[in-house]
């Protein structure tokens, strides 16, 4: 912080209280004097800023009409986000299956929105059902699934130190739900590339 006494937590600038907070956690390691450190409440700041900028509804989701009935999936869309938990960054990939209702979407804005929708702070259990009932509000599918995969480094690089581990959540909506004439079937066989 500044060398003000008077100024407050409302009026510090977001670098100064990382500064702040940085002297009162690490003060054995942290020297604000560095080059190494001179520059990093603003760099800190600006990534989470960077990766809490989220907002799908910015731009349109572009939809078009079609007779189509049968099932989309759009997969392995990569996406990072944040632990609301510890504010530490979680990293995977998406995948989003659909039968269409009249209405199939541009394929683009599947990884625009998951990429947009996963730039906050939440859970990925959270982050899923979002991504589920949104898109589903959106299309108005017959029935849709999310799957979500992902490394969390709250739990790789600290706490448990369970390297290697992946979580895997899923949503399932409409048809999918109930596996009617076999879609969830379906969905998790062509997921695995199987016909």
Known sequence: MTDDMSITLEEALPEELFRAFLTKVCPEIYDPYSEHFADTPRRFTQMVQELTNGDETSW????????SREMV???NIKFVSLC??????FT?????GYIPDGQVAGLSKFARYVQAAA?????QEDLTTTLADQL???LNPTGLAVVMEATHSCMTNRGALAHGTETTTSAMRG?????????????????RGLS
Request: charged fraction near 15%; proline fraction near 2%.
């Open 73 to 75: 999936i759009n997969k």
């Open 92 to 96: 995977g990939v998406a995948h989003i």
């Open 84 to 89: 609301a938990h510890h504010v530490a960054p």
């Open 136 to 138: 589903t509000d959106i």
């Open 119 to 123: 730039h906050t702070l939440t859970s």
């Open 60 to 67: 349109r989701f572009t939809t078009f009409k079609s007779d």
């Open 175 to 191: 048809v999918f739900l109930h596996n009617t004439r076999g879609s969830k079937t379906e969905f998790f066989q062509l997921l």
